[in-house]
């Protein structure tokens, strides 16, 4: 059975760093196609980053990374404004991408939230 946990969420203020985790079970994070999402309140979700991109709003700030070994896969927030504050979700499916839309994604987390303060 596939399970995604997510981590690292938390309260920051605006200019700071998170890093979140997304450990993988019943799943090599080697061989399939995974990502970030994140729902602001009242939004729908949308695409953050994957191994294929990421969205207009978080280049240059946002970096996502793969621990094969400990089957893991990475979030890295620098530079955190407040409208990044949202839940964040660990997402797995055939492909994950800047065009994949929420109901493509197969396999989602429990979500962790960020909150950044101005």
């Known amino acids: 059975q596939v399970q995604l946990v997510e981590s690292g969420g938390g309260l920051v203020q605006a200019g700071g760093s998170l890093k979140l985790s997304c450990a993988a079970s019943g799943r090599t994070v080697s061989r399939y196609a995974m990502g970030w999402f994140r729902q602001a309140p009242g939004k729908e979700r949308e695409f953050v980053a994957s191994?294929?991109g990421y969205v207009d709003s978080v280049k240059g700030r946002f970096t996502i990374s793969r621990d094969n070994a400990k089957n893991t896969v990475y979030l890295q927030m620098n530079n955190l404004r407040p409208e990044d504050t949202g839940v964040y979700y660990c997402a797995e499916g055939p492909i994950v991408d800047p065009s994949t839309p929420p109901e493509r994604v197969v396999f989602w987390g429990q979500g962790t939230q960020v909150s950044v303060s101005s």
């Open positions: 191994l294929n």
